[in-house]
């Protein structure tokens, strides 16, 4: 799996002029899958972003986890992040899982962000979404599992 995470101070997800998800301050997580990937591994990629100390302490310092802020995840699938653009002018989605591999594990993922007590909002899977954000920082950082 893989996830781009940018730190924002609000975040939504519309999907044909609704807007389906949104969070105030927190993470937008961008979440591709493999079709190699596991349930275990949605796991570990949810751990880690619930536990990832890139939110400010008092002294300014990257030192508080999104769970320490009280802050939100908007999650929004993503299978571009497989896209390999090697060869040729068009990309290749082979890296992608397909959606009956890939829908389960991202749900899973935002599962068990729920279960550690975030809040968590969603895009709609294989919906053509418009995901606004302002980001916060900027703050980016590319996770993938089995790192």
Do not use: C, I
């Amino acid at each position: 799996m893989r996830a781009v995470l940018q730190r924002v101070r609000r975040a939504a997800v519309v999907v044909t002029g609704e807007t389906v998800g949104a969070v105030e301050a927190g993470w937008l997580v961008l979440l591709g899958v493999a079709p190699a990937d596991t349930p275990a591994e949605a796991v570990w990629l949810a751990d880690k972003v619930a536990h990832l100390r890139a939110f400010e302490d008092d002294a300014g310092k990257m030192n508080r986890s999104v769970l320490d802020v009280g802050g939100g995840v908007l999650v929004v699938s993503q299978f571009t992040l497989y896209g390999d653009t090697r060869k040729g002018r068009r990309p290749s989605f082979t890296g992608a899982a397909p959606p009956a591999v890939a829908e389960p594990l991202y749900e899973r993922f935002a599962a068990e962000l729920r279960a550690v007590g975030l809040p968590v909002a969603t895009g709609r899977f294989g919906a053509d979404m418009q995901v606004e954000l302002v980001n916060d920082g900027p703050v980016t950082f590319v996770l993938e599992s089995g790192q």
